[in-house]
């Protein structure tokens, strides 16, 4: 193939795309890519094998599992499935065959803490209100840097120019992260703060509104329940007390207060880093909290709800109100954590597999996922992998986590597949819609992976490995129809099943089910013919459909039982008591540990793509020069990084980029474990830092994982016979 460039004349892009883009030509070459199922030897090596001879495997050795105990076989969903319109439609399929509680996601150690916070303010985990960067004049940005990510819960390509615009229209970028990001060096201003003390900062200010009489929450007002519990939660949270937890001065917090009440069009935007740390769920809360209290929930260049084409729980069924939302519905077996949007934190995932007894997990499926590098205590994770009786993955690499697998199902390369970005549209910073048509035909001997996941659930559903997957399919159909007919306020409530289906003839996969949810969505022609949005009209749109910026959306969009934006949960006041408690303990000197996300990776995965990997090292350890010294550090020597978990050995790169206290190790390498085939990524292989992330440290609320803030101890490593492995052997 020739080479891969931006679409200058896409809605959305306008022909910019990330490094990571251009790298999909390598992903697509990549020798190392696997392309035929593999089998486990007993030696340990990998054999290809057909499919029949894959699927004879998963039916011998899966079934009896199954049939024993559905909660013995776990799942394990990683982060490409958000992006892989087939995984995201037939992931849940397989789940649903499967039906065991240990369902465990990448969500854990990243954004369920918004999510939680939204469900139970707003009725259901997608109402995530994400800035109108284009229309904003005051962005207050706390543990995100989407220069480098592009955004995540503000999806939006070409995230420089957008901040860009930002301070060319004379707004202003207020920055809080405890490293000088590349955000941080394009804003008007930047603090430093301790990790994990972000709902200390972001409640004091709260309590500034409060107290200097600057809340404004306007229209909302009389539709938002529990401002007076706030008003009173903020109490404690003076900017004196906040400034002793996380390290900003009262007058600056004072400050940041006032200039967020004071601008006309303001948002404030958390991500990563204040979702990955102990009040999680509290800062994603109170960031919202300051977007109703300023008036800028809902509200042109505030924080708005987008409104994708298909797929938005909060457009379907009566507007304005729903069934609220539950969790804690069952709990993992060893520590009792809580289920959250149907899955159980995967900090605790290894014990269920390592901890002997009735209902243990004996078997695992990994789809599209790296637990072994991207979870808490990596370590651990990796020794237990080896304690199960039987473990399949779904992916492209043999790496740290498949190198365990006793089979491996590859996927087709992403150019033999059509694209539509079914959950980034929820969270886009434009309501847009665009949909790729494969770029290259398939290759019959690597079927698309929801045929793989049907035949998947063909035996969870103990339907043999030979299940007909025409037939299975025509009932996830159905099924998605049948449920469309039945919400309330159903635009096609007339119509049947069969007609629909006929309809979206002859539509099969992953593309008859979009066509009838976007169809059935919110833009959609409503199977009545007319301009509303169909597959077909997003086919004939090859650079996509604009359906314009985001509107306000409150009252219609809220899913809480009554009917109105909840302020104040219960679940979320109680949690309040903890950070108090924080707030009244001394903290202690220790140095802490955080992540730092880089342009060229891609958490664990896109290492083996040399465009991506080649240039110096970059999986360093950023110390401050202060710390260094105190702690005989030098520049460009090797350093032992000691957490309750396990240690690592890293390269040190001083800077005064991060704070004094803080050192920084970017996620998603160690790409040394023997028995993986990344020849690229060996050559360069770093050092895993989730290794050092302990598996008990949680964001109590929601059970997410911290990954930002871990308690370290560091010392030299001079030497050479001292340097040890990142992996045992
Ligand atoms: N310390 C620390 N840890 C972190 C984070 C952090 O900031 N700090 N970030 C966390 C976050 S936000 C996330 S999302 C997680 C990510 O956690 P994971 O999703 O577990 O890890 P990835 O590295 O994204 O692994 C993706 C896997 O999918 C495979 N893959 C790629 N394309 C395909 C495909 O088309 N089909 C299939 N079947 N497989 C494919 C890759 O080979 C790889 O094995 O990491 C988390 N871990
Ligand atoms: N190039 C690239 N792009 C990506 C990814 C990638 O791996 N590479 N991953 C994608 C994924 S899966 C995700 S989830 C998104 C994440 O998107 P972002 O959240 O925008 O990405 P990060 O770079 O992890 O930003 C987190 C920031 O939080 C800071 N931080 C750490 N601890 C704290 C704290 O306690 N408080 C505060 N205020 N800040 C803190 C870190 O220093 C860092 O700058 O990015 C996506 N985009
Ligand atoms: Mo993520």
Redesign the pocket.
């Known amino acids: 193939m020739a080479s891969i460039r931006g679409d200058p004349e896409d809605v959305f892009s306008h022909g910019f795309i990330c490094p990571k883009g251009f790298a999909l030509k390598e992903?697509h070459e990549d020798p190392d890519r696997v392309r035929t199922p593999l089998i486990r030897r007993p030696d340990g090596s990998f054999a290809p094998a057909s499919w029949d001879e894959a699927f004879a495997e998963i039916q011998r050795r899966l079934s009896p599992i199954l049939a024993a105990d559905r909660n013995g076989v776990a799942v394990?969903?990683?982060?490409?499935?958000?992006h892989?319109l087939a995984?995201i439609l037939y992931g849940t399929v397989l789940l649903r065959a499967l039906s065991s509680r240990n369902t465990y996601?990448?969500?854990t150690?990243?954004?369920f803490p918004k999510q939680l916070a939204s469900a139970l303010m707003f009725g259901t985990g997608t109402t995530v209100a994400v800035p109108d960067v284009d229309r904003t004049g005051h962005l207050l940005i706390l543990g995100a840097n989407p220069l480098a990510s592009n955004g995540?819960l503000m999806t939006a390509p070409d995230m420089r120019g957008r901040l860009r615009a930002i301070r060319a229209r004379g707004g202003r970028i207020v920055v809080v992260d405890p490293r000088r990001s590349r955000t941080a060096e394009e804003a008007d201003e930047h603090h430093f703060i301790r990790p994990g003390t972000d709902a200390h900062l972001l409640f004091a200010l709260v309590h500034v509104l409060f107290a200097e009489g600057l809340t404004r929450p306007g229209r909302l007002e009389s539709l938002t329940d529990g401002i007076d519990v706030v008003r009173r939660l903020a109490e404690p949270f003076t900017p004196e007390a906040a400034a002793s937890a996380c390290g900003i001065e009262p007058d600056e917090i004072r400050h940041m207060a006032r200039e967020l009440a004071a601008a006309p069009r303001a948002a404030v935007y958390g991500r990563?880093g204040t979702c990955?740390q102990e009040f999680g769920t509290l800062a994603s809360w109170l960031v919202d909290a300051l977007n109703l209290l300023t008036g800028n929930l809902d509200r042109e260049g505030g924080a708005m709800f987008p409104l994708g084409a298909a797929g938005h729980a909060n457009a379907v069924g009566t507007p304005g109100r729903g069934k609220g939302f539950r969790f804690g519905r069952f709990h993992s077996r060893v520590r009792g954590l809580a289920e959250l949007f149907g899955e159980l934190p995967v900090s605790c995932l290894a014990e269920e597999i390592d901890t002997p007894g009735e209902g243990r997990v004996r078997a695992l499926i990994?789809?599209?996922?790296?637990?072994v590098?991207?979870?808490?205590n990596s370590a651990r994770l990796d020794r237990a992998l080896d304690g199960l009786d039987f473990m399949i993955?779904?992916?492209?690499?043999v790496?740290e986590?498949?190198r365990h697998a006793d089979v491996i199902?590859?996927?087709?390369?992403?150019l033999r597949?059509p694209h539509y970005d079914l959950a980034l549209y929820l969270f886009a910073v434009r309501n847009v819609a665009n949909y790729s048509r494969p770029v290259l035909a398939p290759e019959p001997e690597l079927p698309d992976?929801w045929v793989t996941l049907l035949r998947l659930a063909g035996v969870a559903y103990g339907l043999g490995p030979d299940a007909d997957i025409e037939q299975l399919d025509a009932q996830v159909a159905r099924t998605l129809i049948e449920r469309a007919l039945a919400t309330p306020g159903s635009s096609v409530a007339d119509r049947t099943v069969d007609e629909l289906l006929a309809e979206l003839e002859p539509r099969r996969g992953p593309e008859r089910l979009l066509d009838l949810m976007l169809r059935t969505g919110p833009y959609g022609d409503h199977f009545a013919g007319g301009e509303g949005l169909t597959l077909a009209a997003l086919e004939a749109a090859p650079h996509g459909i604009d359906l314009g910026p985001l509107q306000p959306r409150l009252p219609d969009v809220l899913r809480t039982a009554s009917g109105r934006i909840e302020l104040a949960p219960e679940p979320i006041v109680a949690d309040v008591e903890r950070l108090l408690t924080a707030l009244r303990t001394q903290r202690d000197d220790a140095m802490v540990l955080i992540?730092r996300?880089q342009l060229r990776s891609?958490?664990?995965?896109m290492h083996n793509l040399p465009v991506l990997a080649k240039g110096k090292p970059r999986c360093t350890l950023h110390v401050h020069p202060d710390d260094a010294s105190r702690l005989e550090l030098l520049d460009g020597e090797q350093a032992e990084i000691r957490s309750r978990t396990g240690s690592v050995v890293a390269q040190v790169e001083l800077t005064d980029g991060v704070m004094p206290g803080v050192v920084s190790?970017?996620?998603?390498w160690g790409h040394d474990a023997p028995g993986t085939a990344l020849s690229v990524a060996a050559e360069r292989p770093g050092t895993n830092?989730?290794v050092?992330?302990d598996e008990l440290l949680l964001d109590a609320l929601s059970g997410n994982?911290v990954?930002?803030g871990i308690p370290v101890e560091l010392a030299p490593v001079r030497a050479p016979e001292a340097l040890s492995a990142s992996w045992p052997a």
Do not use: C, F, K, M
């Open positions: 992903l394990y969903l990683g982060n490409p499935n958000a892989n995984n996601s990448a969500s150690v990243d954004q995540s990563i990955t990994t789809l599209s996922g790296n637990p590098v991207s979870t808490p993955s779904l992916d492209v690499y790496n986590t498949t199902l590859p996927a087709p390369s992403p597949r992976e992540g996300r891609n958490n664990s995965w190790l970017p996620h998603g830092s989730n050092l992330a994982a990954l930002n």
